[in-house]
């Protein structure tokens, strides 16, 4: 029997459930990035501290690092497996091919992971109970193993984008997977940031230290890390725009850049106006100020960077070769993976997909509303919206509230059928399905209410079912 | 359609990188780790609770409320990093069945996230109030942490239960041929499979409690009276807690499915001799006996169960055509050797020095100086890092070299 791997599809009206991975994915980048950053301050600070025989700095990273117990150590390690579950959810394929390509690094990963995790505790918890070398061994292996956490994912993040050359495809080795074009672009720009992101997070920590003599010299101390991290971040960034592939360069330009750019630059000087400000006057940093510094940088930057990153590999969710429909776009033959497209071009999802109840497998005028709705969920909803006025790209929208079928139809088997638009898979369906589908949308274009005309047409053809049918009695 | 066929389609169509069983061996092995700090920190926050509303100003009941309630924190940070791995391995050679079962229950899947955060959050603002002669509303936020605790210990169960059950996922999915794509049910609970589980909370902080006795033999400030509260209260759930869970877990084995041959299976019948075994044991526990031993044989039990669950998922999986021996292998060399040799080196080295210099800092009252094999063990933690380091930058530079440039 001919059938594609498919999973059932869990939507989320409204925003989908790429907004609801993007929600999860900021909470655990700001999380994970503030942690590594923070390591390797703690391991200055404390090199400092011992060097200098400052044991009052040790004080201050007690501080943080309880700080960091509750919001990387609780919230960015249960939003690490949390990304896993939303991506499982949205993407079952895509977060399979990803699984089964990487597995051994993030095994790897999971090492650290658990090493981190005693380690935060240990160095925490033991300041001030072992002798202070120890200490410090333990400080310095801490902030290289976070290191090593990041190290492991921006491989496979960056995969995620594209490999960046054809090695992969015909080897299948996890090696041309991992070492892909943008990794080390992509290494610097998230090296640099977690610096800004821990230094920040540290002067919301100093504005709480009532010592000034010692608020002075930490802050003197963290504020020109984070400026040279902000600074390196910068030039990585550019950089790795350098690294992208055509579709997502397309997808910035168009898409992304006008409305983010704004926010990115604000972002730039907001962080690096409030760095200034703190080596200037150290004994200046408010509390407030400096909760509502990270507030902004963490939402309007975080927020618009994961986003981008999200949407520039469009259409693809991993390695240029799964669709975010989670269709096979191409043939790896290093893995022994053939592309799906042709075969659903010939044969159509209603026959390839598994999860298609018998009663939707051939459309008929009583069910063509609720198959088109169907299809749609299957082939579009992983980065669009079915619902007007809703955040995610929302497709009634995007056809400005067309409600001509053959209009809709004509773009479905035109652009789209060809992959003609560099950032949507192309996605090839027989007449039926291209209609129903354009009949959904039409309908609901025309601002009818989609669930009331399906519940009723199911009704009816129930009832012309049962009518037709003889009785026994 | 066959859905066994269509679950051996729904296999990643990458394979696998090394052979299955192997992935099937770590699984099983790192679920053991996940599920004794899951077991400790229900048991643990259970009887922070309990001593936090039994303490009155005598006794030790403040002090162990206090004590447990850190354990707790503690354990669920290391429960969740270490239930990781076995998501991650059940990933590599169930796919079909546990992607199928998240997103058919798709906001519990996300649900659970959040309610783990929000506990997690509850239990830490109890750990911050809950020192001497706290106030007694306080109680409600390890309440509510415990609860949620619970509520996810529920979600995974009924994740890992819907994954055994294809026969019935298109039932769920599309109830009289109607798609419902919102995820918005658990739609199979075992429930004495779920309470045996979670029922072992209280032997195992029984276990805990005895060994933690023995950890703090050298202490001063650890008295001898308060030690022999600690282990004469764990021997007593232990012994108490293995009887309790007996019950359920003859429920779940009478609920196997007939013709599974699952009912009298020598796992099953192996894990409900280990139960009365180790019932027996601490309820006799004598004097002399090392305080750790009791909780290695409560590893032991747990090695079991781990084992009697994978029996029980192959013996669901069979009939459909499932066999994970039977999954696509491409052997990646590299990316093997990377595991073993960080697990090995960084876990060994680098997990061994975390866990000897908090071991034995613990044991001393005051400030510990390392002695010459920890000094060096230290040392040894941070250049098996620089090396693993330098290594990974070398050996990556060349494939991304040869890859992008030449």
Redesign the interface.
């Known amino acids: ?1 001919d ?10 009206p409204g925003i989908g ?1 790429a907004w ?1 991975m993007g929600i ?1 994915g900021v909470i655990h980048v700001v999380a994970s990035h503030t942690s590594v950053g923070a390591s390797f301050l703690f391991a200055l600070l404390e090199t400092k501290a011992v060097r200098e025989n400052k044991p009052q700095l040790m004080e201050f990273i007690r501080k943080y690092g309880m700080f960091l117990l ?1 919001f990387s ?3 960015g ?6 990304i ?3 991506i ?2 949205a993407s ?2 895509g ?3 990803l ?10 990963e ?10 935060v ?2 160095l925490v ?2 300041i ?4 202070a ?2 200490h410090l ?2 400080t ?2 801490f902030a ?2 976070s ?2 956490t990041m ?1 492991l994912i921006v491989g496979i993040l960056s995969f995620m984008m594209w ?3 054809d ?2 495809y015909q080897t ?5 997977a ?4 943008n ?2 672009a992509h290494l610097g720009t998230r090296t640099g940031s977690m610096f800004v992101m821990a230094v920040v997070v540290g002067l919301m920590v100093a504005s709480r230290i009532e010592d000034m003599a010692l608020r002075r010299s930490v802050v003197k101390f963290l504020a020109p890390i984070g400026l040279v991290g902000g600074l390196f971040a910068v030039m990585m960034f550019l950089y790795y725009l350098q690294t992208l592939p055509h579709n997502a360069v397309v997808m910035l330009n168009t898409h992304l850049l006008p409305v983010y750019a704004q926010g990115m630059v604000a972002v730039f000087v907001v962080s690096t106006l409030w760095l200034l400000f703190a080596w200037w006057k150290p004994h200046r940093i408010y509390t407030a100020l400096a909760v509502a510094a990270f507030a902004f940088i963490a939402v309007v930057g975080v927020w618009p960077e994961e986003r981008m990153r999200e949407s520039m590999r469009k259409p693809y969710v991993a390695g240029q070769y799964i669709y975010g429909n989670q269709v ?1 776009a191409r043939d ?1 033959p ?5 592309g799906e497209v042709d075969r659903i071009a010939e044969k159509g999802l209603l026959q390839l997909h ?2 298609i ?4 497998r051939v459309v008929n005028d009583g069910n063509r509303l609720e198959v088109g709705q ?1 299809l749609a ?1 299957v082939a579009c909803a992983n980065c669009h919206a079915l619902e007007r006025g809703t955040p995610l790209r929302n497709i009634p929208d995007k056809f400005h509230g067309a409600t001509d079928e053959d209009l809709i139809a004509a773009f479905l088997q035109g652009p789209l059928k060809h992959g003609a638009q560099p950032y949507m898979p192309r996605i090839d369906l027989p007449e039926t399905e291209v209609r129903a589908i354009a009949h959904f949308l039409a309908v609901t274009n025309s601002g009818q209410d989609v669930e009331r005309l399906i519940a009723q047409q ?1 009704s009816a053809t129930r009832v012309a079912a049962d009518a037709s049918t003889p009785r026994s009695e | ?2 859905i066994g ?2 679950m051996n ?10 052979h299955p069983v192997l ?1 099937q061996a ?1 699984m099983v092995l790192t679920w053991v780790l996940h599920i004794a700090f899951v077991h400790l920190t229900l048991g643990a926050a259970g009887l922070a609770i309990f001593s936090f509303h039994r303490c009155s100003r005598e006794g030790y009941w403040e002090r162990l409320s206090m004590a447990m309630t850190k354990v707790a924190k ?1 354990g ?3 429960l ?6 076995p ?3 059940t ?2 050679i169930y ?2 069945q ?3 079962s ?3 229950s ?1 906001r519990w ?2 649900g ?2 959040f309610t ?2 929000l506990g ?2 509850s239990w ?1 603002a109890f750990y911050y109030a809950n020192h001497e002669g706290a106030k007694r509303h306080i109680g409600v936020f390890a309440w509510v942490g415990l609860l949620l605790f619970c509520l996810d210990g529920l979600i995974m169960h009924a994740l890992s239960y819907q994954a055994l059950l294809p026969g019935q ?2 039932d769920w ?2 109830p009289g ?3 419902d ?3 918005a049910a658990l739609h199979a609970i075992q429930w004495p499979r779920y309470l045996f589980i979670m029922s072992l909370s209280v032997p195992a902080v029984g276990l805990f409690l005895i060994a933690y006795a023995h950890y703090f033999a050298r202490r001063e400030d650890r008295e001898p009276a308060y030690r022999a509260f600690a282990r004469s209260l764990g021997q007593r759930l232990a012994s108490r807690g293995f009887v309790l869970a007996l019950l359920p877990l003859l429920g779940w084995q009478m609920s196997h499915p007939a013709g599974s041959g699952l009912v009298a299976h020598p796992v099953g019948v192996l894990l409900v001799l280990a139960v009365i075994a180790m019932a027996g044991w601490t309820w006799r526990l004598r004097e002399g006996t090392h305080g750790y031993l009791p909780l290695v044989g409560g590893l032991g039990l747990l090695a079991v169960l781990a084992l009697w669950r994978e029996v029980v998922r192959i013996a669901h999986l069979k009939p459909f055509g499932y066999d994970i021996a039977n999954y ?1 292998v ?1 052997i ?1 060399w ?3 050797l ?2 073993f040799a ?2 090995t080196g ?2 060994g080295l ?2 061994g ?3 000897t ?2 071991y034995r ?1 613990g044991r001393v009252q ?5 002695s010459r094999g ?2 060096r063990l ?2 040894g ?2 250049a098996i ?2 090396v ?2 330098a290594v ?1 930058f070398i050996y ?2 060349a ?2 070299v040869r ?2 440039f030449l």
């Open positions: 029997m059938m594609l791997g498919m999973y059932p599809t869990f939507y989320v459930t609801v999860i509750v150590y609780i919230i390690s249960i939003t690490g497996p949390g896993w579950y939303a499982t959810v079952p394929r977060v399979g091919g699984i089964h390509n990487f597995v051994w690094v993030w095994a790897a999971w090492v650290y992971f658990t090493v981190e995790v005693i380690g505790y240990g918890y033991l001030g109970k072992v002798d070398k120890s061994k333990l310095w292996s290289l193993a290191w090593a190290l490999p960046g050359h090695n992969w299948g080795s996890t090696n041309d991992f070492y892909n074009l990794f080390f096979i790896v290093g893995k022994g993976i053939s598994p999860f109840p018998d009663r939707l169907l969920k199911r | 359609m066959d066929t269509v389609t729904m296999r990643d169509p990458a394979g696998v990188p090394a992935f770590l503690v669920v940070s290391l969740i990093v270490l239930g990781v791995a998501l991650l391995f990933q590599v796919d079909p546990w992607y199928a998240n997103v058919l798709g899947a996300i659970f996230i783990l955060i997690y959050c830490f996922w298109m999915y599309a041929g109607v798609v794509t919102r995820g696509v491409h990646d590299p990316s093997t990377l595991f960080t697990l960084v876990g680098v997990g020095y975390y866990l210099l908090i800092a005051g400030l510990y100086t390392a920890v000094a230290g040392s933690a941070v890092l620089a693993w380091i990974f990556g530079i494939i991304w890859n992008s």
